[in-house]
């Protein structure tokens, strides 16, 4: 499963997933349409249709599939893009001012605006509220 996605100022995206630490010399978007191929949707059509149906303005979290809906801390577009696996999270706290992320597989990340990450974590639970209703 993976935990999280991140792109660095090299272009490349790092991946933290099944603890392991993969570099891909790929976009984050490019990536994230390959998940999306078998779903036939793609990152931009996902955005759009979940804004609209959600009301979300700006960085929308990605529902990717059952294990993977990524919060977006920093979009893609950015030089420097991250993205959190909600599913993947075990615990957050802040410790000494800094606010640290720690998932399920024994990884964890710090450094992270505690007003982004809990204002995506709110998005994600209306997001799952909305499809467990569907579905």
Partial sequence: MIDYIIKKSDYKIYIAENN???SLNITIQKYLNKLLLERLNSVSSLEKVTKKLMGFKSKVPLFISKDLLLLCISSYRMENSFY???????KYEEINGLFVVYFHSGH???DISSFIFHSQIKKARKLIATLNRWF
């Fill in 84 to 90: 959190i696996n909600y599913f993947s999270i075990s």
């Fill in 20 to 22: 392991n630490y993969i």
């Fill in 108 to 110: 964890c990340c710090y």
